[in-house]
């Protein structure tokens, strides 16, 4: 049982470069989210979703895309990469969707994402 | 969305020493969880907690939901205790967890 698994985990990117950073778990969790991590500002949602084929914006969005094909699979894109989007990034996932019972959060060992 | 405000800040204890972390949280929760993001990034969660007490070993955690806050208490502290410890709240009316920025500790020997 690997739990939340992302990949890279480490990047550097060039201004208007595109990448994906990888998110998956196999624990069959129906809620799955980005956070980024900066210093200082503790961690803030990008994208979640509360199944597959559902996302929704969270906190700071702009700038990057997500889908959900898959419960197992929710890849974040970055279309056009810029020095802001330096970061570390997040996955995280959870058995329930919102406030419907127990949500207890796993988080993958995190994506160090550097735009030059 | 929720504000979440963590205290204090950061915090540095002698090996042994007890301690209590402070999370304050803007409107209505039924989820609370305390995380641990030890020194290598990797978050690990503490507890859920979104009302009442629970313990697990030396950590302690109390939600005090009609008045907004949260404690995490630390006993007996070892420097594997060091690293940051977040508190991250869902509203009663959304999907989206806020974090606050956290309480860096250090544990000294």
């Known amino acids: 049982n690997a739990g939340v698994t992302q990949t890279p985990k480490f990047q550097v990117l060039k201004t208007g470069q595109s990448m994906t950073l990888q998110c998956a778990q196999d624990?069959?969790?129906?809620?799955m989210s980005w956070y980024r991590q900066d210093p200082g500002m503790g961690l803030r949602l990008i994208h979640y979703?509360?199944?597959?084929?559902?996302?929704d914006q969270g906190e700071v969005p702009n700038g990057y895309n997500v889908s959900r094909s898959t419960t197992e699979d929710f890849p974040l894109r970055l279309l056009s990469a810029a020095p802001s989007q330096t970061s570390v990034y997040f996955c995280?996932?959870?058995?329930?969707?919102?406030?419907?019972?127990?949500?207890?959060?796993?988080f993958g060992a995190g994506t160090r994402l550097s735009v030059l | 969305g929720i504000q979440v405000e963590q205290s204090p800040p950061d915090l540095i204890l002698q090996e042994g020493a007890n301690s209590t972390l402070r999370c304050n949280f803007s409107d209505s929760v039924n989820n609370l969880q305390w995380f641990h993001q030890n020194p290598w990034g990797q978050l690990i969660n503490l507890f859920y907690?979104?009302?009442g007490t629970k313990q697990n070993g030396r950590l302690s955690a109390t939600t005090v939901a009609t008045e907004r806050y949260s404690l995490l208490y630390i006993s007996s502290s070892q420097t594997t205790d060091s690293g940051v410890y977040f508190c991250a709240a869902l509203s009663n009316t959304g999907n989206q967890f806020y974090f606050g920025t956290g309480t860096s500790l250090t544990v000294i020997p």
């Open positions: 979703s509360v199944g597959a084929g559902i996302t």
């Open positions: 995280a996932s959870s058995s329930t969707a919102g406030h419907s019972g127990r949500n207890i959060q796993y």
């Open positions: 624990m069959n969790h129906e809620y």
């Open positions: 907690i979104p009302s």
